[in-house]
């Protein structure tokens, strides 16, 4: 299997829509990003540690949509609910 394979395997097995999240290895060199855009997932993360509030967080990333934010937090949720279960 190539490691593109095991990136799409890894990323369906996050269980996140995939108009949400990409991960392909020529954006970012397969780093989890924002479908459609460059913005990491990460930075997503860093802001939410930093105290930031989501309203700074898109304007710091304009290319990013309110909904796909919203989206990804509610899955990384339901993902941490059926685990703690």
């Given at each position: 299997?190539?490691s593109g394979?095991r990136?799409q395997q890894r990323?369906?097995?996050y269980?996140l829509?995939?108009?949400?999240v990409?991960s ?11 479908r ?9 993360i860093d802001?939410i540690e930093?105290?930031?509030?989501l ?9 990013v ?6 989206e ?13 279960s």
């Open positions: 299997m190539t394979g990136d990323a369906a097995g269980n829509k995939m108009d949400i990409e392909k290895l020529e954006i970012l060199g397969g780093t989890p990003v924002f459609g855009t460059r913005v990491p997932v990460q930075a997503l802001h930093a105290g930031d509030t309203d700074t967080f898109l304007v710091d990333f304009p290319t949509r309110r909904e796909q934010v919203i990804f937090l509610k899955t990384a949720k339901d993902r941490l609910t059926v685990v703690t």
